[in-house]
């Protein structure tokens, strides 16, 4: 009965390794099939899901960010968590409107980026900022409706045209 029990246990516990490790492969593959903006290897896996997923591109990291808003440059960004269903549910909607808009709209992925939550003072998830002269100037919080960021990019998106060509 012993033999048995312990033959059970291994072979569990022989399957689960391997299933471990069948998943991490997975995931490298993920990883090395797919551009990863993040700058680093280990990403949680609602980040690997969404690697080729074109919504989620132009990615900045935070470093970066902190540079060009130290520089004074303006931006608008879009703050948002993987995991969080009102993100899932905007961001289709968003991304597309920005495009359409040419809004050059940064994303920082909040899950892989814990510190931007309290650097720039995010209370919840999706926020899309609005940065002039490297200072925040407006933000939207939550899923609002698609005529809401439109007025949001035509107020500041507006003034980015207008310093592009003023310069």
């Known amino acids: 009965m012993k033999k048995k029990m312990m033959i059970i246990l291994s072979s569990i516990v ?7 490790f069948v998943i991490d492969y997975k995931n490298q593959q993920a990883m090395g099939d797919n551009e990863n903006p993040y700058g680093k290897d280990d990403l949680h896996q609602a980040t690997i899901d969404q690697l080729d997923n074109p919504n989620y591109g132009n990615q900045i990291l935070p470093d970066e960010l902190s540079e060009k808003l130290n520089n004074g440059e303006d931006m608008m960004v879009y703050f948002y968590d993987p995991t969080c269903p009102h993100c899932q549910e905007l961001t289709p909607r968003l991304v597309p409107i920005a495009e359409e808009m040419n809004v050059d709209m940064k994303k920082i992925n ?3 980026f814990e510190s931007a939550w309290n650097e720039y003072a995010i209370q919840s998830t999706p926020t899309l900022v609005y940065f002039e002269n490297g200072e925040e100037v407006d933000r939207v919080n939550g899923a609002q409706q698609n005529e809401l960021f439109e007025a949001f990019f035509n107020e500041y998106a507006a003034n980015d045209s207008d310093n592009e060509q003023a310069s």
């Open 14 to 20: 022989v399957l689960l390794a391997a299933l471990y």
């Open 110 to 112: 909040l899950l892989e």
